[in-house]
T-cell receptor, first 116, second 115 residues
């Protein structure tokens, strides 16, 4: 099955630094989502993007829906220890013109570790 | 409002045994999903349901069956477990596209080991 290319796969950063990660796809998506997964938990939605070019913030997190609709990035500013976890991007494809079930493809994740 | 819950949290099976994983949601969501998560593979869709009484195959359906007899519950069954089914299983639910923007909410996961 199709997978999104998410990079980097993992990163170690110093507390207080900014972080950037991105996802690219060969398919056009009509929605991009960013999730965070803590150890032993399910993914939790951070940001949802619905229009090409859209830039959305959620606290210290900012995400953008690429103009080509084939990519998205997530930035975390001034990282703190609780930012540790795995970040996943996900893209929705519309399978029919009228909508219906939209296939969702997940990236392979970016593992973030913050050094206090 | 508990959101999406899954039982059990952990399970160890022997090859050939069967089991059922239960997912429940209290958000009145139309759509429900079962995923498996393996290292380096991200989340892969096993089966999904777009409403009570309906199910459909996802990306990796072989070896699994599902049922959606009630809107709030989605069951995942393994009839004859194999070591390749060792994984973490996540259930998710969403309102469905008739409500416009469709976002999936995930349960806490079930860690399954098949010996």
């Amino acid at each position: 099955g199709q997978q999104l290319n998410q990079s980097p796969q993992s990163m170690f950063i110093q507390e207080g630094e900014d972080v950037s990660m991105n996802c690219t796809s060969s398919s056009i998506f009509n929605t991009w989502l960013w999730y965070k997964q803590d150890p032993g938990e399910g993914p939790v939605l951070l940001i949802a993007l619905y229009k090409a070019g859209e830039l959305t913030s959620n606290g210290r997190l900012t995400a953008q829906f690429g103009i080509t609709r084939k990519d998205s990035f997530l930035n975390i500013s001034a990282s703190i220890p609780s930012d540790v976890g795995i970040y996943f991007c996900a893209g929705h494809e519309a399978l029919t013109p009228s909508g219906g079930y939209q296939k969702v493809t997940f990236g392979t994740g970016t593992k973030l570790q913050v050094i206090p | 409002n508990a959101g999406v819950t899954q039982t059990p949290k952990f399970r160890v099976l022997k090859t050939g045994q069967s089991m059922t994983l239960l997912c429940a949601q209290d958000m009145n969501h139309e759509y429900m999903y079962w995923y498996r998560q393996d290292p380096g593979m991200g989340l892969r869709l096993i089966h999904y349901s777009v409403g009570e009484g309906t199910t459909a195959k996802g990306e990796v359906p072989d070896g699994y069956n599902v049922s959606r007899l009630k809107k709030q519950n989605f069951l995942l069954g393994l009839e004859s477990a194999a070591p390749s089914q060792t994984s973490v299983y996540f259930c998710a639910s969403s309102y469905g596209t008739s409500h416009g923007r469709d976002t999936q909410y995930f349960g806490p996961g079930t860690r399954l080991t098949v010996l």
